[in-house]
């Protein structure tokens, strides 16, 4: 009879106790990982990504609590975008397919929320495609849309207009807005490669000016068009300066027509679920959301995501893609004790 052999390689038994060291003290401090830290997180072996899991998680369920935030978004305004991000296939510089609407009226918006109410998220957030939605009879007739929401009490009010002077921040706060949503999108880097129509300081800006008036915010990016490991690390440290409240993480899907297309080997989903621990890790107070390509690139993987350290996801359908059914959402967060 053979025996088993149960004891670690102590290389692999210190790499352990070392995540569940820095977990620990991420713990007790509330400080994110420092940086070789995070180096260290980011280059872990994906055979033994188990061992991250159990720092991430243990941070998640310290800082955020066991139950899954759940989030919804409404297309308000979509396509004809006069700005271009290489990604983005409501660019009006791009051949790609998208959805084309102009602002869309109040009684639609109410009755979003009401289905955002249906599918157990606690809040809508309204997106409007363009450089930023911030004057003109659009944004007055969406700060109705917003006092609507509010006064209806089916979910919290949340928005997504692009960037906007902190006036008129200040005026959406006024109208009962709870959370103001702009993504970085990426590294600083990376990000001239993949946005050619304005700054990366000027996507800070927004955010700053929001906190600014008082609002909460949303913001994190797309992982996957391109950049290096080392963006990666630093992108997760921009937003640790910028300390959003919520960090949604997207990670890119192709799409035709746009200048990105075929150009990025897409994430596989382990190095993704990876890539959540480390988030997590560096900014251990945010809420950490998944939301797009969260279907397409994790498949059968997406429990996974919460145990990697992601406090929160987007459910039912994404800006201009379909996403997976909100009962199957649910039953998975059922199943798993988290909602
Ligand atoms: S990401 Fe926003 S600003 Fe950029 S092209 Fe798309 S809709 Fe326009």
Redesign the pocket.
């Known amino acids: 009879m053979t025996t088993l052999n149960l004891e670690l390689p102590s290389v692999i038994a210190a790499d352990a106790m070392r995540v569940l060291s820095i977990a620990r003290r991420i713990v007790l401090t509330g400080e994110g990982a420092e940086r070789d830290e995070a180096e260290f997180i980011a280059g872990y072996p994906l055979e033994y990504l188990t061992d991250v899991f159990a720092g991430a998680n243990r941070i998640r369920i310290h800082f955020r609590g066991e139950e899954i935030h759940r989030c919804r978004i409404a297309n308000v305004k979509s396509g004809k ?5 290489d ?2 296939r ?2 009006a510089h791009f051949n790609a397919d998208s959805p084309e609407y102009p602002l869309v009226d109040e009684a639609t918006i109410l009755r979003e929320a009401e289905q955002a109410e249906k599918d157990t998220a606690a809040e809508l957030g309204l997106v409007a ?3 930023g939605l911030g004057d003109g009879p659009d944004f007055e007739k969406l700060l109705e849309s917003v006092t609507a929401v509010k006064n209806q009490g089916k979910v919290n009010p949340h928005a997504s207009l ?1 960037i906007i002077p902190e006036s008129s921040l200040r005026r959406l706060k006024d109208a009962g807005l709870e959370m103001y949503h702009h993504n970085l ?1 990426t590294a600083r880097r990376h990000h001239p490669s993949i ?1 050619h ?1 304005h700054t990366y300081d000027e996507e800070v800006s927004v955010i700053r000016a929001a906190k600014k008036v008082g609002l909460k915010t949303c913001s994190g990016g797309i992982l996957g068009m391109g950049e290096t490991e080392e963006d990666r690390i630093d992108f997760a440290y921009e937003l640790a300066d910028l300390a959003p409240d919520t960090i949604p993480l997207n990670f890119y899907v192709d799409v035709h027509g746009t200048p990105l297309f075929g150009k990025v080997t897409p994430m596989e989903p382990r190095e993704i679920l990876r890539v959540i621990s480390l988030y997590r890790f560096v900014n251990p107070r945010a809420d950490i959301l998944i939301a797009a390509g969260r279907a397409q690139h994790l498949r059968d993987l997406q429990s996974m995501i919460f145990f990697a350290g992601a406090s929160g996801m987007m459910i039912g359908d994404f800006l201009t893609t379909p996403g997976r059914t909100v009962s199957d959402d649910v039953l998975m967060l059922r199943d798993l004790g988290m909602a």
């Open positions: 975008c006069e700005e271009r991000c990604f983005c409501q660019s495609s363009g450089y692009g999108e946005v129509s």
